[in-house]
């Protein structure tokens, strides 16, 4: 059975920061590329960030970049999203995912490719 639990949502004024976690169950986290993805309300899911099984690359949609950073920490079974400088859009609800193929070669940008999801967790920036 696999888990994903994220953690680490909350409201935060604008120019804040937050760190997501998402906590993976068992056998199921070393060899798998691990993403996040956010929903906004009345928008698509949308990719946020990726990081390889290794840890060795990542990958970023081009409005987070150099304000959000995806981590992992095999030994904790956890992947980690730091998020900086927010801004009201970045509003939404945050996934992470696995994704479906154990040592993978590139990571991906569609949810499509994941096969297991947490259940969210809502992060909201005020203005």
């Known amino acids: 059975q696999v888990q994903l639990v994220e953690s680490g949502g909350g409201l935060v004024q604008a120019g804040g920061s937050l760190r997501l976690s998402c906590a993976a169950s068992?056998?199921?986290?070393?060899?798998?590329?691990m993403g996040w993805f956010r929903q906004a309300p009345g928008k698509e899911r949308e990719f946020v960030a990726a990081?390889?099984?290794?840890?060795?690359?990542?990958d970023y949609r081009d409005s987070v970049k150099g304000r959000f950073t995806i981590s992992r920490d095999s030994a904790k079974n956890t992947v980690y999203l730091q998020m900086n400088i927010l801004k009201p859009e970045d509003t939404a609800v945050y996934y992470c995912?696995?994704?479906?193929?154990?040592?993978?070669?590139?990571?991906?940008?569609?949810?499509?490719?994941?096969?297991?999801w947490g259940q969210g967790t809502q992060v909201t920036v005020s203005s």
């Open positions: 995912a696995r994704h479906r193929s154990p040592f993978g070669t590139s990571l991906s940008v569609v949810a499509e490719a994941y096969d297991y």
């Open positions: 068992g056998r199921t986290f070393g060899p798998y590329h």
């Open positions: 990081i390889t099984w290794s840890g060795s690359s990542t």
